[in-house]
């Protein structure tokens, strides 16, 4: 049927030679041989010539370009049927899109492969098997921009990175908790990546400065590290990193127990784009690395300083006098056992809008340090003075009203608070959650007061409270009785 059809095609074209003599043509059919030759399919085109030879013109053109009429979606810039494609929620979707023609598949697969799915074992074999083979369409492994594999942190070791290494467009990379990963895995994943943006090797004790200064060589435009608990780091490779990877902004480097000062001096100097920076537990610190992070950190807006014991008063006294951080928006101090009322005084004026500050176990602090946290007023939101057992009601009762936008407090330990501090609490029209442990001086009448309908502002409407949690253990001058007047949950 094939060759009669191709001999039939090869007969008219002969015919509509200018030689032709065949008394059957006319003007009219020349017309309707044009625009047939704008067919794709000319044995179709020529079925329909010797079934219509009783139509008139209009009718054949009508006909032909019924036949013609691409699909509307077909019609799209390819930016319009991706944002399109982007909408759909599953990856089974986009495979299904794949399969309907190649534009299709053009316009589909990025987003597809963009961010595979790697949460089970039998997912992660597909990619690299799809990877690996030599006659597919698409290059696969140009196309993934994101890979996490934290899911099967028991599972990937440095032959599970081997055969993903030829992917040199990730641009996030995410291996946390990935404990049987070394350098030798995950080396050469960086080497010659130059569009990474974002690396997490968290709990990774087989990573060394190696990696590091690979990292380093390739990833000029790297934005996110962290290295949490990767304690075989050293100050060697961070300063690397920090000279020649300057967009940074954020940095987890906690419990890095190697890093000194020299490390954290020498990426605030470089990377003046720093806008988040957590060095929870590293005891090396002292003051001068954080005098300098803090007067170059023009963009800093939270700064994690969690037991890192050898910060003193003087690494905020030595800011610049007229320096004002309108940036800095969280502080954690967490068992800075040496911070005084001076260094509280000195970050309020230096970060008036503050939103969250966290003192717990800065036992030196008195209520006159408290007494400048009010100098936040509505900026502070949330307020952690747990184990500061010198403040009194005097302190706190300046700060709820001064303060009067705070949602969480953590009062636990302070046992020289009583019922007139937690009174005060009361007023708060936003407070979500209290933390009273061990105030063993509050008795039922604050914890009633509590949880009663707040009025907002003096002859303002009354409204439900919002309070989510209280939390009371160890308060033993409590009686069953609260628990009468207090909804269930608030309780805890």
Known sequence: MARARSMYRESSTRSDTSTSTSPERDADLDDDNDSIMLQTNDSQ?????????????????????ERCRVCPISRLPAELMIAIFAKLASPADLRSCMLVSRDWARNSVGLL??????????????IISAIRRPDSYFDYSSLVKRLNLSALDDIVSDGTLQPLSSCKRIERLTLTNCRALTDFGVTPMLQNNHSLLALDVTNIEGITDRTMFTLAENAVRLQGLNITNCHNITDESIQAVARTCRYLKRLKLNGCSQLTDRAIMSLAVHCKYILEIDLHGCENLEDDSITTVMSEGAHLRELRLAHCTRITDNAFLRL?????????????????????????????????RLRTLVLNKCRAITDRAVMAITRLGKNLHYIHLGHCS????????QLVQKCNRIRYIDLACCTNLTDNSVMQLSTLPKLKRVGLVKCSDITDRSITALSRPK????????????LERVHLSYCTNLTLAVSNSCPAPYLC
């Not at 949460?119 to 597909?126: A, D, F, L, R, Y």
């Open 45 to 65: 085109s020529s079925i329909a010539l010797s079934t219509s030879t009783d139509m008139d013109h209009d009718a054949q053109r009508r006909l032909i370009e």
């Open 113 to 126: 492969w963009h961010r595979p799915q790697t949460t089970k074992w039998e997912n992660v074999k597909s």
């Open 320 to 352: 610049p006098s007229e320096a004002i951080y309108d940036s800095l928006r969280i502080m954690d101090l967490t068992d800075c056992a040496n911070l005084q009322d001076a260094g509280v005084i000195k970050i309020v004026h230096a970060a008036p």
């Open 390 to 397: 010198r403040i009194t009601d005097t302190g706190l009762t």
């Open 455 to 466: 009025q907002l502002g003096q002859g303002g409407p009354v409204t439900a409270t919002v």
